[in-house]
Nanobody, 119 residues
């Protein structure tokens, strides 16, 4: 059974930092592209950052230069370092595991974790 468990969320003030972690189990972690999505109240879920099996990263324009995704295949974990947080970064953050197409499987999702940026 595949599990993705996020941790590290919370309440911070504007300008502060948080580091989200996602621990994966039940899958061959190293072959998956891992992503971080967020959903703000009343808005659709959006891709924040992704990191491929080879370590290539991609970021939403709104977080470019402030957020950094990384992965540790030895620990089956992916991370999102979030710096200079702003109120518009508030939302539920979800970890996503996107399998190679050749496997013919659907993506997996974590349960989500709340990040609130407020003064």
């Amino acid at each position: 059974q595949v599990q993705l468990v996020e941790s590290g969320g919370g309440l911070v003030r504007p300008g502060e930092s948080l580091r989200l972690s996602c621990a994966a189990s039940g899958l061959t972690f190293s072959i998956y592209t891992m992503g971080w999505y967020r959903q703000a109240p009343g808005k659709q879920r959006e891709l924040v950052a992704s990191i491929t099996r080879g370590g290539n990263t991609n970021y939403a324009d709104s977080v470019q230069g402030r957020f950094a995704a990384s992965r540790d295949n030895a620990r089956d974990s992916v991370y999102l370092q979030m710096n200079s947080l702003q109120p518009e970064d508030t939302g539920v953050y979800y970890c996503n595991a996107d399998p190679p197409r050749i496997l013919g499987k659907s993506a997996y999702w974590g349960q989500g974790i709340q990040v609130t940026v407020s003064s």
